[in-house]
């Protein structure tokens, strides 16, 4: 595990602290002094109730909810857009020379980026709102400031996702909540619309591995067709050139209206960084399972390196978007979106005159009729043009929006699942998404798949009272589930004998704070307990700050010089200036004079612009 500084705000003035520099003017007579005293109760009032404190986030333990020191980079091969931790380059605010980040891995081709000399930024820029702690209750789900425990004076940042007097388990990724007569109940996400905004990319069809693919490398989508018996196929599918075409370098395909349902689908066939450098045909790689690779902290260099091999938990709670241009309707017409999580599968059935059915086959292994209808819903006719589809399948819930709008599909939709009873992947999940269609002409493009968080098993062992204790890892034997993931049964082999799940108790006014980042963070799971509590894990009442609630300034944005800004190097005209460039590069102990030494590595770069895109509610 990555001993990385957990989230660590720092403070500005709050509106608190400006009432405090600032005394009533006192007024002629009684009156004048009371009206003075009773509009500064009021004004006051008004500033507590809706007092806010803005806050720094230094390390990516919220990761890719909240950044910390950060780089962001461009693939050089698939142009896919990422953002990497950089807070390993420091210690203790000081450049370590030796910790420079020197490449990347792309989360969606895996392709090896040289980014030591790309711009790095300061961590966002966040606002806490005090009150609804101070008045109200937490919510689970809260994105929450508080006290560390093992060190009051210090602030962390971490999702609030356990409440008083409950017993929590992570189990295979997913969270549940211990019952009164022992069973466990998963704990969703309460908003879908929230579960949208914490998934992580797993593959973007717009960035395509087009040089692998020159060279043999398959494509992840791909029309298909069903047969068991081809040695060539991937679950029970294999290519096929009916139905289905490429168009626009296959990040497109069309369908012609056709009488009897034509497949397509995903595939994951994701290379390793070492493919991008082999010189041997490519033609024979096989499919792996999705697993919990966490793209911002895939890179060598920092106090951490080593991220390129992090394939080694499944997860099975995905999301599938895409956009779909209807042309000509036939009879009988419909489209259907399926996908698969161990020995489940899921799918919606639209008609595109308006119907919509969501079905569930519980055992793949059993016949091809027996589907149970989970939900159905009346939606808008689908009319020609395009339409934007996002189905999910996250926390034993099933949920699709058409044009970003939730359609709701009933409670049976919101599944109940024995978390033993189904223990882990199938050869389904080495191709877990699939469309298909009949008796419509169609255009299926930006197809997506996105996965849900994935809460690694990790707890500090007991009964030490280390400030800083050893830690358990959810599997003893990572390598050989890493070396397994294109073989689901060896796979799941691995991981029943070796992993463990890990339960958290909670006591009254105790909360359970998880980071987003859970490879990299340091939570509730891995504290110490120097301080000799009953529950290390736990975050009392007293200690909450405040809910985040903005990100009111992610990072400037440079451009000119190549989109760097300026300085570029320690010759330019800025770092030339001595007041100025040490607020302008880093900066690194000399062992020589016992001083700084100041570097050529930028700290801040100018021109800017703000990044809108990133200025939004935090949830």
Request: aromatic share 10%.
């Amino acid at each position: 595990m990555a001993n990385a500084a957990d989230s660590q705000p720092k403070t500005t003035t709050s509106a608190t602290d400006l009432l405090r520099d600032k005394e009533p003017e006192r007024k002629g007579g009684w009156r004048e002094t009371i009206e003075s005293f009773a509009i500064a109760f009021i004004l006051a009032f008004v500033f507590k109730t809706f007092e806010a404190e803005a806050f720094v986030i230094p390390t990516g333990s919220m990761a890719p909810t909240l950044y910390g020191r950060h780089k962001d980079v461009d693939c050089e091969k698939c142009g896919h857009g990422f953002s990497i931790g950089a807070s390993d380059e420091l210690e203790e605010d000081w450049l370590q020379p030796v910790y420079r980040i020197d490449s990347a891995y792309c989360p969606n081709c895996r392709f090896e980026n040289d980014v030591r000399e790309l711009p790095v930024f300061k961590g966002d820029r966040i606002l806490v709102n005090k009150f609804p702690y101070e008045f109200g209750e937490p919510s689970r789900w809260d994105v929450a400031v508080f006290k560390y425990p093992e060190e009051p004076n210090t602030n962390y940042i971490k999702r609030l996702v356990g409440l008083p007097e409950e017993t929590l388990v992570i189990h295979r990724g997913n969270l549940y909540r211990e019952l009164p007569d022992g069973s466990r109940e998963i704990l969703r996400k309460d908003d879908p619309d929230k579960q949208n905004v914490l998934q992580i990319m797993v593959h973007d069809n717009d960035h395509l591995e087009t040089e692998l693919h020159q060279r043999g490398w398959p494509r992840r989508w791909a029309a298909v067709r069903r047969d068991f018996d081809d040695p060539r196929a991937v679950a029970g599918w294999v290519e096929t050139s009916d139905g289905w075409a490429e168009t626009d370098s296959g990040r497109a395909f069309t369908l012609p209206v056709g009488e009897t349902p034509a497949w397509l689908r995903y595939r994951h066939f994701v290379p390793r960084p070492e493919t991008w450098v082999a010189t041997e045909p490519l033609g024979t790689s096989r499919p792996r399972l999705i697993t919990d690779f966490c793209g911002y902290n895939a890179y060598e260099g920092g106090r951490s390196s080593g991220g390129r091999d992090q394939d080694f938990y499944w997860v099975g709670d995905l999301t599938m978007n895409c956009r779909v241009t209807i042309g000509e309707v036939g009879d009988q017409a419909r489209l259907v979106l399926e996908l698969i999580e161990g020995r489940r599968r899921f799918r919606v059935i639209l008609d595109p005159a308006g119907t919509v059915q969501v079905t569930s086959k519980i055992d793949l292994n059993r016949g091809a009729d027996e589907e149970e209808l989970l939900g159905q819903a009346r939606i808008p006719r689908l009319e020609t043009g395009s339409h934007q589809f996002r189905f999910a399948n996250v926390d034993d819930r099933l949920c699709l929006w058409i044009d970003d709008d939730l359609v709701e599909l009933g409670s049976a939709t919101s599944y109940r699942c024995d978390p033993t009873e189904f223990p882990g992947p199938g050869i389904g999940d080495l191709s877990p998404a699939g469309i298909a269609a009949k008796g419509i002409e169609l255009t299926v493009d930006r197809l997506r798949i996105y996965r849900d968080i994935y809460y690694r098993s990790e707890k500090a062992r007991e009964p030490s009272m280390a400030a800083d204790p050893d830690y358990s890892k959810e599997s003893t034997n990572q390598l050989e589930l890493l070396a397994s993931v294109d073989d689901p049964r060896a796979w799941e082999e691995v991981y029943s004998q070796t992993a463990h799940e890990v339960v958290f108790e909670l006591g009254p006014d105790e909360f359970l704070m998880l980071g987003d980042n859970s490879p990299r963070s340091k939570d509730g799971r891995l504290w110490g307990n120097s301080r000799g509590a009953k529950h290390r894990h736990a975050v009392p009442r007293s200690a909450l700050v405040g809910k985040a609630f903005y990100i009111y300034w992610p990072h400037g944005v440079p451009f000119l010089n190549n989109g760097r800004g300026f300085p570029d190097d320690g010759d330019s005209i800025l770092g030339k200036i001595p007041v100025m460039n040490r607020w302008f590069f880093h900066v690194e102990p000399s062992v020589e004079t016992g001083r700084t030494k100041l570097t050529d590595y930028p700290n801040v770069r100018i021109p800017f612009y703000p990044q809108f895109s990133r200025m939004r509610r935090i949830r």
